[in-house]
């Protein structure tokens, strides 16, 4: 009897913890399906973005960030349902992936009575990297300058030894307009969640780390800088210059 009474005194905890893991799974999966269902969501504005751009024949206008949705839309499909991808890095030229970041939010500056301007000096950099997650970071490091920064912001590129320096600064919200916060820009930046900073950069820093390089942020009320740092690719004459 005293074994049974053990039995019986602790069916309700197992019980419980059984009830408790199975309410945690179907939490799990109902949430994998919302996210599923979000994700087929927004595929269909994304389609008819690229279908009524190649008919428009604008194309050029969106094929790079429609195919940054694309591919992000596909890692995040994977991360949902357990089918991550390995990724595998390939020698990459630096300096056109940066000049079309800076074009795609080049607009996106000027809406706010800001600037975008790139200055190379790198000559051909090359890093080792998978493409699209250093065009997400380039992305990451702009927008975060033009969202949280000031007006005018400079993207340089230069060797430093044998590491390619990306820096990205700004003005300094001090010498942002009072008008600005009523552009559509900042109406954009608040339906995007801007209270929600780090995001970004949390994704530029974990490239960084995955890459051998380094991220580091200088914030001031007059001008703040981040910077970006990647080993560059021997290609057996020393790095570009």
């Given at each position: 009897?005293?074994?049974l009474?053990?039995?019986?005194?602790?069916w309700?905890?197992?019980?419980?913890?059984?009830?408790?893991?199975?309410?945690?799974?179907?939490?799990?999966?109902?949430?994998r399906?919302?996210?599923?269902?979000?994700?087929h969501?927004?595929?269909?504005p994304?389609?008819?973005?690229v279908?009524?751009?190649?008919s428009g024949g604008?194309?050029g206008?969106?094929?790079?960030?429609?195919?940054?949705?694309?591919?992000a839309?596909?890692?995040?499909?994977?991360?949902?349902n357990g089918?991550?991808?390995?990724?595998?890095p390939?020698v990459?030229?630096v300096?056109?992936?940066l000049?079309?970041?800076?074009s795609?939010?080049?607009?996106?500056?000027?809406l706010?009575g800001?600037?975008?301007?790139?200055?190379?000096?790198?000559?051909?950099?090359?890093?080792?990297?998978?493409?699209?997650?250093?065009?997400?970071a380039l992305?990451?490091l702009?927008?975060n300058?033009?969202?949280?920064?000031?007006?005018?912001?400079?993207?340089?590129a230069a060797?430093?030894?044998r590491?390619?320096?990306?820096?990205?600064?700004?003005?300094?919200?001090a010498?942002?307009?009072?008008?600005?916060?009523?552009?559509?820009?900042?109406?954009?930046a608040?339906?995007?969640?801007?209270?929600?900073?780090?995001?970004?950069l949390?994704v530029?820093?974990?490239?960084?780390?995955?890459?051998?390089?380094?991220?580091?942020?200088?914030?001031?009320?007059?001008?703040?800088?981040a910077?970006?740092?990647?080993?560059?690719?021997?290609?057996g004459?020393?790095?570009?210059?």
């Amino acid at each position: 009897m005293t074994r049974l009474a053990e039995i019986l005194v602790g069916w309700p905890v197992v019980a419980s913890l059984a009830m408790a893991m199975t309410a945690r799974t179907w939490r799990s999966t109902r949430r994998r399906g919302a996210l599923n269902e979000a994700l087929h969501e927004l595929r269909r504005p994304l389609q008819s973005l690229v279908l009524a751009a190649g008919s428009g024949g604008a194309a050029g206008d969106v094929e790079g960030p429609a195919e940054l949705a694309t591919v992000a839309l596909e890692r995040l499909e994977r991360e949902i349902n357990g089918r991550l991808a390995p990724v595998r890095p390939e020698v990459l030229a630096v300096r056109p992936l940066l000049r079309a970041a800076v074009s795609r939010w080049k607009a996106r500056a000027s809406l706010g009575g800001g600037s975008l301007e790139l200055r190379w000096r790198a000559g051909e950099a090359l890093v080792a990297a998978e493409r699209f997650e250093l065009a997400q970071a380039l992305d990451n490091l702009i927008v975060n300058a033009i969202e949280h920064g000031g007006p005018a912001i400079a993207v340089e590129a230069a060797p430093v030894g044998r590491a390619l320096h990306i820096r990205v600064s700004d003005s300094g919200r001090a010498s942002r307009p009072v008008a600005r916060r009523e552009t559509p820009a900042e109406l954009v930046a608040r339906l995007c969640g801007r209270g929600r900073r780090g995001h970004g950069l949390q994704v530029v820093r974990r490239f960084a780390d995955r890459h051998g390089g380094r991220f580091s942020l200088r914030c001031a009320e007059h001008g703040s800088c981040a910077a970006l740092e990647l080993p560059l690719v021997d290609t057996g004459a020393g790095p570009p210059g």
